[in-house]
């Protein structure tokens, strides 16, 4: 049965679990938005690894410099979709039940 005081402690909990991802939220970011302006900072930062690695493999033909660009641009990518699906499960998981 559903009463006041356990929807009153359900939301005391989830007051404090929010209240304590927020803080180490603003800790790491200069925003308190999980998914603000870095996002898209990544992305194109990723873009230009893509491009500069395409730009030294025309113009200078030295394929290790590019491959290891490539290489790096790809694992950003997956770590990149790793953490934000992880966010996104994290964020799943917080819904009152």
């Not at 898209?40 to 590019?66: E, H, M, N, P």
Request: charged content about 25%.
């Amino acid at each position: 049965m559903i009463t006041r005081r356990n929807l009153a402690e359900q939301l005391r909990d989830y007051q404090l679990r929010s209240e304590r991802d927020w803080s180490s939220l603003s800790f790491w970011s200069s925003t308190n938005r999980p998914d603000g302006s870095t996002t898209g900072q990544w992305r194109i930062f990723i873009c230009i690894l893509f491009i500069t690695a395409a730009v030294i493999l025309y113009f200078f033909r030295d394929i290790r410099l590019s491959l290891t660009l490539l290489a790096i641009a790809i694992i950003l990518q997956t770590c990149f979709r790793a953490v934000h699906s992880r966010l996104a499960k994290r964020r799943q998981r917080r819904v009152l039940p």
